[in-house]
């Protein structure tokens, strides 16, 4: 008599408390699934700015390669736009200078492939990815 008491009074309180339970998971589940939003928008934010890096090194060695047979500013210009925009055709030449030297200097801007940080005004400025490298032709 006594177990089937206890069994009644058990269901009515397993009962009152899914709705607890419900809401406790339902609120975990948005806050993982924010947490992922934003690491996912964080590692692409570095992932870019490393690509925009590496494109922005290949343009100042075309520039700088080109620059040392030919002696052309200009041409050594045009061929670090070409390289660059043969490694990644997302990024975009700011700028190539040709140093007294013979070092070229190029910086390049790139866009952040990201979910939200494109979208929100006040971290746009982390939606381009902005790189400058030099080099020297090295014979």
Known sequence: MMDEHAGRGWGPRLR???????GFVVKTLVIFAIL?????????????QI????VAQTAAQAAADTYYSTKNADRAKQAAIAAAAEQDPTAVVKSIQILANGTAVATVERPATTLVVQRVSFLKHFGEQ??????????
Do not use: L, S
Not at 36 to 48: K, L, S
Not at 51 to 54: L, S, T, Y
């Open 16 to 22: 009152d408390e899914r709705g607890v339970i419900i």
């Open 36 to 48: 992922g939003v934003v690491a996912f928008d964080a590692g692409q934010v570095v992932v870019d």
């Open 130 to 139: 902005t790189a400058t490298d030099q080099a020297i032709h090295v014979p």
């Open 51 to 54: 690509k925009a890096g590496d």
